[in-house]
Every structure is written in C-alpha cells, then in structure tokens.
C-alpha cells in the first residue's frame, strides 16, 4: 500500500522561510508525478506546486511563483516544497499528493494518493 508522509510544517514569520518533505513508502510512485496542495480554515483544497517524475517540468499556482520550489530526488523516494518569503494567507494545511490526474487538471479530485498533512502558519 502507499503512504505519503509529510514533515517541515511549523510557524513562521511574514517573510520567513520554511522547507516541506514528503516521503514515499514505494519507490514505484516517484516515476510519474508529484505535488503539494493546500487547504485553509472554511476554504477547498487548493492546488499548489507539481513536478513530474524526472523533475524537468515543474508547475506552480500564480500566487505562488517567484517564492516556492518544488523538487523530488527519487533515490531517496523523497519531495521537497522550498517556500520562501511566506505570508499570512499562506497559512494552510500543506498535503503531499501524487498518482491520478491532477498534473494536467490542477484538481484535487484528481488525486489517488494523499499524505496526513502538515501545518504551517505565517504570523503578521
């Protein structure tokens, strides 16, 4: 069975930096795509950053570009989300996702498999 567990979540300060893994129980998942999702208090699941499984094609949501990176290294069968200069409404529970569709959809629907989630939240 796979399993996704996330860890690098915690509180920072607007402007702050925070770094996410997420590691795979079965090396099998890291050869197609990876991604991270986020959902806030009252708000859907929001898609955020992806990469495919050879990590040249790397997408991320508008509000997010010029301050995440998302990068894998599949020897260690592991995904990392680098976030730099946080802000308050980046505040969110922070999912690892992979399998399904959702590189071309960009939906959470789309998703097979899914990590427990990591807090993270940037104070003002």
Not at 64 to 73: H, L, N, P, Q
């Amino acid at each position: 069975q796979v399993q996704l567990v996330e860890s690098g979540g915690g509180l920072v300060q607007d402007g702050g930096s925070l770094g996410l893994s997420c590691v795979v129980s079965r090396r099998t998942v890291t050869t197609g795509a990876m991604g991270w999702f986020r959902q806030a208090p009252g708000k859907e699941r929001e898609f955020v950053a992806a990469i495919n499984w050879s990590g040249d094609n790397r997408y991320y949501t508008n509000s997010v570009k010029g301050r995440f990176t998302i990068s894998r290294d599949n020897t260690k069968d592991t995904m990392y989300l680098q976030m730099n200069s946080l802000k308050p409404e980046d505040t969110a529970v922070y999912y690892c996702a992979a399998g399904g569709r959702f590189m071309q959809t960009m939906d959470f629907k789309d998703v097979a498999y899914w990590g427990q989630g990591t807090q993270v939240t940037v104070s003002s």
